[in-house]
T-cell receptor
Framework: AQSVSQHNHHVILSEAASLELGCNYSYGGTVNLFWYVQYPGQHLQLLLKYFSGDPLVKGIKGFEAEFIKSKFSFNLRKPSVQWSDTAEYFCAVNPWRGGADGLTFGKGTHLIIQP | DTGVSQDPRHKITKRGQNVTFRCDPISEHNRLYWYRQTLGQGPEFLTYFQNEAQLEKSRLLSDRFSAERPKGSFSTLEIQRTEQGDSAMYLC??????????????FGPGTRLTVT
């Protein structure tokens, strides 16, 4: 069974700081990779996804993530964070089998941006 | 609002009672998923449907949990004889089948269950 590890459970940054949230997964085959975000009081929303192709993917709100297959990693980055980025961030994976499957999520990273 | 909707948003019940939650997916989506999320954890996959067929149910937490999607539209998740450990957020998600088989899941707001 696959698993997802997010290294930091709580991160506190100041506005304009750069962000990198780590995500590693364990699965021997090809995978689809996702980052979801949950803003306070709101439901989970997709930030970005990787299915295939260019390993550097860009998502909404200036976020990007890089898939490094050799490291089983899919780290999320943003060059300059804003106060509105305060949220819970979840990395998720499912096996690429050309069909539906449930997502395996990490435990999440609670990001707080201080003004 | 054309997103995934769930009802109720909050449910408080006494231990031993049965509860049922409803999920309405995005209308053109034929796949529907249920997850459970406890405090400090990411969502945990429970089961999913393609149209009315339940294609994965081995991850349901116990035989007290069951799900249905009788007409391939809305779905219900039932928990029988609730226990305090069932207290959690229950999330529903839906997706469509892309021609490549690649898809993304859209989540609803969840139903928060508290078992007293």
């Amino acid at each position: 069974a696959q698993s997802v590890s997010q290294h930091n459970h709580h991160v506190i940054l100041s506005e304009a700081a750069s962000l990198e949230l780590g995500c590693n997964y364990s699965y021997g085959g090809t995978v689809n990779l996702f980052w979801y975000v949950q803003y306070p009081g709101q439901h989970l929303q997709l930030l970005l996804k990787y299915f295939s192709g260019d390993p550097l993917v860009k998502g909404i709100k200036g976020f990007e993530a890089e898939f490094i297959k050799s490291k089983f990693s899919f780290n999320l980055r943003k060059p300059s964070v804003q106060w509105s980025d305060t949220a819970e961030y979840f990395c998720a994976v499912n096996p690429w089998r050309g069909g539906a499957d449930g997502l395996t999520f990490g435990k999440g990273t609670h990001l707080i941006i201080q003004p | 609002d054309t997103g995934v909707s769930q009802d109720p948003r909050h449910k408080i019940t006494k231990r031993g009672q049965n509860v049922t939650f409803r999920c309405d997916p995005i209308s053109e989506h034929n796949r529907l998923y249920w997850y459970r999320q406890t405090l400090g954890q990411g969502p945990e996959f429970l089961t999913y449907f393609q149209n009315e067929a339940q294609l994965e149910k081995s991850r349901l937490l116990s035989d007290r949990f069951s799900a249905e999607r009788p007409k391939g539209s809305f779905s219900t998740l039932e928990i029988q004889r609730t226990e305090q450990g069932d207290s959690a957020m229950y999330l529903c998600a839906s997706s469509e089948v892309g021609t490549s088989g690649l898809y993304e899941q859209y989540f609803g707001p969840g139903t928060r269950l508290t078992v007293t």
